[in-house]
């Protein structure tokens, strides 16, 4: 039999190796995230960063359009990005992926939400119903079609059906400027009672906020069911296998249409995004319970009490 302070001994070694192996490498303590500059992605960026900090990490946001976010992630200077909308997103991506700079994790972090072209409930109720009605509205829409900054999917999209020629659209031109540039020309419109068109999304506040409604038939530009989409979460190919545990909570983290209204609602009020993610996560402790299963600190503790801590809960 061995001595008592020997198997002591043993065991406190075993449990220090232990925890090293659970500790990544120095360079994983940062998480740099990309932010395409909608609120959803600020939401569950907020979000995953205040969960990370209180883990021990780092996080820094980069805003930057989807093209350049994707490039950046090929060049391993961008680890995360949470908001690859499928399929609005896919022609985009999809060369990255194919070309094996971007892996998609399999789970998406969000199912039903949707994405594609919306005007005000009157118009809606006057007739501009479908994609194929727009076209019949020009004179009152003045030749216009409101998107949001360049370079976004759904931007292309309408630029696409626009170049097309798809459902009579020839003649229009599409209004490029910033999610926020376009609210603002939305609830200017019907505030006036003036007809517009304009990209819609769901989860965002201004379902609630503006009386919308979404067109229909514009399945084959923006997908069926109103462009029903999933949202995936984006990494480096080689990012999983260098920091397994920021990976083991990307792949733990399940948003839905509920969380993140709540969270974007205070963004929209200019509230910075983890600030509101930070209040979220104290009234609401529970989801923190699956996201953090199996997930360790930086340092190798046990990660849901480290979080609760941080966040005094």
Known sequence: MKPLFIVALLAAVSALGSQQALAE?????????ADVGWSDIAATTGLASVVLEGLGYKTNVTMASIPIAFAGMKKKQIDVFLGYWNPSMTPQIEPFVKAGDIKVLDTPNLVGAKYTLAVPTYLYDKGLKTFADIAKFEKDLQGKIHGIEPGNDGNALIAGMIKDNKFGLKSFKMVESSEAGMLVEAQRAIRGQKA??????EPHPMNVQMKMSYLQ?????????LGEAKVYTAIPPSYEAKCPNV??????LQFTTDIENQVMGPILAKTKPNVAARDFLKKNPA???KWLKGVKSFSGKDGLPEVKAALKI
């Open 287 to 289: 989801v923190l319970d």
């Open 247 to 252: 990976v083991a909570l990307l792949k733990n």
């Open 25 to 33: 490498d120095a360079s994983c303590k940062t998480v740099r995230f």
């Open 217 to 225: 038939g514009g399945d084959d530009v923006f997908g069926p069911n």
């Open 196 to 201: 517009i068109v304009f990209l819609g999304w």
